[in-house]
């Protein structure tokens, strides 16, 4: 099997797919090791007992059990190993799918809310970045992926060469900025998606770019990279965990509990606002990237929620 015929293959799944599928597999051959149980080809009775035993026992950092998503996730890991390595999977297996029913019902199905950051909460994290090149990245990171709406793994890949800034005149600095997302979660074909971004008036993602850029000097590449805690660039992108714990740690900073904040808040909150401020769905639409309405429908219902309110002239 050449090299060519590999990548070509691993190319087949997202790169947060092929992680999260070996991190998965890599749980169940540490459950089988500790159980003294074949893991390839594996038992359905064996996929039972790991899929119950990590949905129903504290078994993550937390001390509390996985969620319903993950254990899901790590069912499909299984099947991927399985099929991969040129075995029938036995993930359909009539036991498996008994198992997981009634552990949904059991946990029940819904999914952690993440906290969606509003743009007068955004203000006050870029308030609270330092006048450092870390700080200074940070504010950018907030900005932008605030701004364009961007998935973590979005942020991450962005590069120098995907923005198109739109000069105007000396005199005047630019208030319009393209972003191309190479490949996202919706283009897994990579055919390219463009961004409209504004300057704006109170987050300004172009002016906090323009900052970044200048101060980290970076003129091609990853547009957010690691930093020694000096402020001396690694040359090497953040990584998509990187994130949330960057959101999580300036949410704190201004008051906001971090356990219901996440990387997803950022994109979560600019649906949120836009909604709040009545932006049209088919405007949003253009800069979310959803191809469902159904998705982004659920954000606004959310932010509209108290507006005209049935009870409110009786209650």
């Not at 087949?12 to 893991?39: D, I």
């Not at 001396?232 to 953040?238: D, M, S």
Request: with cysteine.
């Amino acid at each position: 099997m050449n090299s060519e015929y590999t990548q070509i293959m691993r190319s087949a799944l997202s790169e947060n797919t092929r992680l999260a599928y070996q991190k998965g597999w890599q749980k169940f051959e540490e459950f089988c090791g500790r159980k003294s149980l074949q893991a390839l080809p594996a038992e359905p009775q064996t996929i039972v007992d790991f899929l119950i035993t990590y949905a129903t026992q504290p078994v993550g950092r937390n001390g509390r059990p996985l969620s319903m998503g993950t254990i899901v996730l790590y069912r499909s890991a299984i099947n991927h190993k399985h099929v991969h390595s040129g075995f029938a999977s036995p993930v359909a297996d009539p036991e498996i799918t008994q198992a997981l029913r009634g552990l949904m019902r059991v946990r029940g199905t819904a999914s952690r809310q993440v906290k969606a950051l509003r743009e007068h909460q955004i203000e006050k994290m870029l308030q609270a970045c330092a006048d450092t090149p870390i700080g200074r990245r940070d504010a950018a990171i907030l900005a932008i992926g605030f701004a364009a709406a961007l998935r973590r793994s979005e942020i991450c890949n962005l590069r120098v060469e995907d923005i198109e800034i739109m000069e105007t005149t000396h005199e005047e600095p630019s208030t319009k900025m393209f972003l191309c997302i190479r490949q996202s979660k919706t283009d897994q074909e990579g055919r390219g998606q463009k961004i409209a971004v504004p300057q704006g008036k109170r987050i300004q993602p172009i002016q906090r770019l323009r900052e970044w850029l200048q101060i980290s000097g970076i003129q091609s590449g990853y547009m957010f990279q690691t930093m020694k805690r000096g402020g001396k660039l690694r040359g090497k992108p953040l990584h998509h965990s990187d994130i949330p714990r960057l959101v999580k740690h300036y949410a704190e900073l201004i008051g906001l509990d971090p356990q219901f904040i996440a990387g997803h808040s950022l994109r979560a909150g600019f649906v949120t606002s836009a909604a709040a401020h009545n932006a049209r769905l088919d405007k949003i639409m253009e800069i979310t990237r959803h191809r469902n309405p159904t998705t982004v429908l659920k954000y606004i219902r959310d932010a509209d929620a108290f507006a005209h309110h049935a009870g409110e002239q009786f209650l």
